[in-house]
């Protein structure tokens, strides 16, 4: 070992004549890079801020498919199929929404698979799906599933709901095209019928009086039918003010031709000229009528509203870039959370706290000194971060000023958080622990993944409690509508702030008076 | 203590932290001189890291009184601490700046500026051999290093007063001898300073010696007048030629007792005898001398002064205060 030096270890007293302004500034700063400088000698950790939220971001973005479930769906057909419905385009009709696996007839086999997981529904079709329909009564398609996810179970009940009404739609195009075909025929014999009634309105002989009974009878059963094929009143009154009328005109036509049977019967009818001339003007409204309803399409009859839609924007954004604010947000605020949690706490155990007492240096300057170190470096993360986003076509249509200030507020809220996460804790690992909690706490509560209105009013105060919830509606606001973020926004992390600042202040105080 | 006529860096009167249970610190009445160095030596948990926490106002006492650099230490104010330097038993050390940026770091904290820090550093690196080392980690010291670190960090500010809380524990004798060789230095150049320690035979460093045990100073003296105390004077070891004179020549020294404090057989000897006087080195001479002219002569085959350890004398001291203590409970 070398011999003393010999120079004296006294320092000159020149040494000691800093202003006391600039000595508190110099002791905030001490704080300052010494936080600077531990996180810059971690380039792992700085490169895991950064770059891997950045990757996480794009493979979210380039993998993300459908926001939908995949529902593994097995058809259970009847013996006889469905009658008018081919298969091909039962799959259509279902593909839509369900992954359709299998289409059997084997209810049995279905339910094997759904027992072993292999598949997550069966919907099994009626039988007799139109007998039953004109029996008046609703065939009903059995939805069996077995899912485990509430979200999803939700979606499947949402999705068969949707279904169904296709199907039932799709049931009464073929019903109304049959309708049409039929009635196109009885038509024929409506105006054919006219005739026969300007006939009896001329007088029938004797001779003749058996076969117009005959006849009448049998076109008042054509006009039955006509009646019970036609689609329900309603869907014929959507089209329009003509059709609305096909059903009374028809009506009025069936009691005043059975009137005039009777009357031919009772050998009355000369006397009831009148009526049989009304009934021959009802056919002749009866034949435009249906001329009417046979010429339109069956889409058309079932479905009169069409969609319209149109985005304000010209269409929504990709997946990567609607998220992209939710990234930055829990970017920052993780990483203030985890950096302010292991700060306090690692150097109270590491004894600290005891060398800062016994220094000229306050509290305030400790804390100051932090906040500081920490918003510099996230700040800096952040910029690189947003660059990164920039460059991958992320927008940023508000204002860059409005901007930076909500991130600078975001940062010290979620310092704030992290500092008071620090303070409470008795371990590195107790604090990294309650760090994660917060995580989770974000992704569950902070609009991330689920819209905060579908939590309950108690769950409020835990969300307006978390720095990101503020900070990931400011950002979509700023970054993605143009628009400055909310007040609540603004005033949501200046409470945080204010309050974690005051409550740091107050448990590190006692902290460092018991050290 | 002596030295009355030098200012007093640290003087307490009466001082009690009780923690209850028995631990503490209880009834210390002591002082320290400026430019001196005081030896807190004692098992650990006696309450040396106590005692020095009173002094440096990060304990209050809860009975009696005590200034450091003349102020109540509760009521310091950021000048005073400017003026104390401070060396924790656990180490504080940051693991991820350079040795450079951890004095840097401490330095700051007494508002050193940078151009300050830079000059003061340059010295206190050449003083305690750290020169190669200002841009090594924190974590790739050796526990030397790593407590020469510290050292440089307390005296950054240039201090008045330093507390050193068992700078020596756990490092090599060889850096030990080094570390007081650096304290003895700092307190050549006016400095005050207190170390704690466990090893006893670093008494011999200090200018005074506080014993400590159960949170009591048992004494508190120069490390020459905590031997005299306890061995009542220096000893003389005497080999006779003829262990037949034994007995003649415990007459003649008992005879000579302007001199000769006390003189009795050595312990498991024969032959030999242990004479207190009050400077061995001065009185041999003229105790050969007497034993010698007695008729018969009475030979001495061999005298020398008795190098007593500092351990020997600690152990006799806490066996001292531990007497009463049974006695009581007897």
């Keep these: ?140 398609i059995a939805f069996t599933a077995n899912v485990i996810n509430p979200l999803v179970e939700g979606w499947v009940q949402y999705l068969a709901y949707a279904q169904v009404n296709e199907i039932n739609r799709a049931l009464l195009v073929v019903t109304t095209a049959r309708a049409q075909e039929e009635a196109a025929g009885i038509r024929v014999r409506v105006v054919d019928f006219e005739g026969k009634i300007l006939e009896f309105e001329q007088g029938i002989s004797e001779a003749r009086k058996e076969a117009a009974e005959q006849d009448l009878k049998t076109f008042i059963d054509f006009l039955d039918e006509l009646n019970r094929i036609l689609p329900p009143q309603e869907v014929l009154a959507q089209h329009s003010d003509e059709l609305a009328q096909l059903r009374p005109i028809l009506t009025r036509v069936r009691i005043s031709l059975r009137d005039v049977r009777r009357a031919l019967l009772d050998e009355t009818l000369t006397e009831g000229l009148l009526e049989l001339t009304n009934t021959r003007n009802d056919l002749q409204l009866l034949s435009g009528t249906l001329e009417i309803f046979v010429n339109i399409a069956p889409d058309r009859l079932v479905s009169p509203v069409k969609l319209s839609y149109r985005n304000l924007r010209g269409s929504a954004y990709s997946a990567v870039v609607y998220y992209s604010p939710g990234v930055l947000a829990l970017l920052v605020q993780h990483t203030a959370i985890t950096l302010g949690a292991l700060a306090l706490v690692r150097e109270r155990l590491m004894g600290a706290f005891e060398v800062f007492r016994v220094a000229p240096v306050s509290l305030h300057q400790l804390i100051i000194g932090k906040y500081l170190g920490y918003i510099v470096f996230i700040g800096l993360a952040t910029l690189a971060l947003i660059i990164a986003m920039l460059v991958i076509g992320v927008p940023l249509l508000g204002n860059w000023l409005q901007f930076a200030g909500l991130t600078l507020l975001l940062i010290i809220a979620s310092l704030g958080v992290g500092f008071l996460i620090s303070t409470l804790s008795g371990s590195d690992s107790q604090a990294i622990q309650l760090a994660m909690i917060s995580l989770l706490l974000s992704i569950f509560f902070s609009g991330f993944f689920i819209s905060v209105e579908s939590f309950a009013p108690v769950a409020l105060p835990v969300v307006y409690a978390i720095p990101m919830s503020h900070g990931l509606a400011g950002f979509q606001y700023l970054m993605l509508r143009g628009l400055p973020p909310s007040l609540g926004s603004w005033l949501g992390l200046s409470l945080i702030s204010i309050i974690t600042f005051g409550l740091v202040v107050i448990i590190t105080r006692r902290q460092l008076l018991r050290a | 203590m002596t030295a009355a006529s030098k200012q007093l860096a640290i003087h307490a009167e009466g001082v009690e932290v009780d923690f209850g249970n028995g631990v503490g610190i209880f009834d210390q009445t002591y002082s320290v001189p400026e430019g001196t160095i005081l030896g807190m030596i004692g098992p650990s948990g006696c309450g040396k890291t106590t005692t020095c926490r009173v002094a440096l106002g990060l304990l209050t006492p809860q009975r009696g009184t005590i200034t450091t650099l003349g102020r109540t230490p509760n009521r310091f104010t950021a000048g005073d601490r400017e003026r104390i330097g401070y060396i924790p038993q656990q180490f504080v050390l940051y693991p991820r700046l350079s040795v450079a940026e951890n004095i840097s770091f401490v330095a700051s904290l007494y508002g050193m500026s940078t151009r300050q820090i830079k000059v003061r550093m340059d010295e206190l690196l050449a003083f305690v051999d750290l020169t190669e080392a200002r841009d090594r980690l924190g974590q790739n010291l050796s526990g030397g290093m790593q407590r020469r670190l510290m050292l440089v960090g307390a005296l950054m500010h240039d201090p008045a007063l330093l507390f050193a809380d068992e700078p020596t524990a756990g490092i090599d004798p060889v850096l030990r001898q080094r570390f007081w060789e650096y304290f003895r230095r700092l307190r050549d150049e006016g400095r005050t300073l207190v170390v704690t320690t466990q090893i006893v035979s670093e008494a011999i460093y200090c200018d005074y010696v506080a014993v400590m045990r159960q949170g009591r100073i048992l004494a508190v003296d120069t490390p020459m007048g905590l031997r005299r105390r306890v061995l009542g004077g220096e000893i003389i070891d005497l080999t006779l030629e003829d262990p037949e004179n034994i007995g003649r020549a415990l007459a003649t020294l008992r005879r000579w007792h302007d001199v000769v404090k006390s003189v009795r057989v050595a312990p498991n000897s024969e032959a030999d005898l242990h004479v207190v006087v009050e400077d061995a080195r001065e009185y041999l001479p003229e105790v050969l001398n007497r034993l010698e002219n007695q008729r018969p002569r009475i030979v001495v085959a061999s005298a020398a002064p008795l190098d007593v350890s500092y351990d020997d004398i600690f152990i006799r001291l806490m066996e001292e205060a531990q007497a009463p203590q049974e006695a009581d409970h007897g």
């Design chain 1, 1 to 140: 070992m070398a011999e003393l030096s010999d120079k004296p270890v006294v320092a000159s007293r020149e040494t000691m004549m800093t202003p006391e302004w600039q000595r508190w500034l110099i002791r905030v700063r001490a704080y300052f890079w010494k936080e600077v400088n531990e996180i810059r000698r971690q380039p792992l950790l700085i490169l895991s801020l950064i770059v891997g939220p950045l990757l996480v971001l794009i493979l979210f973005g380039s993998t993300y498919v459908n926001s939908n479930p995949r529902v593994r769906t097995a058809v259970v057909l009847p013996e006889e199929g469905i009658p008018g419905l081919e298969e091909e385009q039962l799959r259509q009709v279902i593909g839509l929404n369900f992954d359709l696996r299998l289409i059997t007839r084997n209810e049995a086999e279905a339910e094997a698979l759904l027992a072993a997981g292999a598949i997550d529904l069966i919907q099994v079709l009626p039988d007799n799906i139109f007998q039953t329909m004109r029996g008046g009564v609703s065939p009903e």
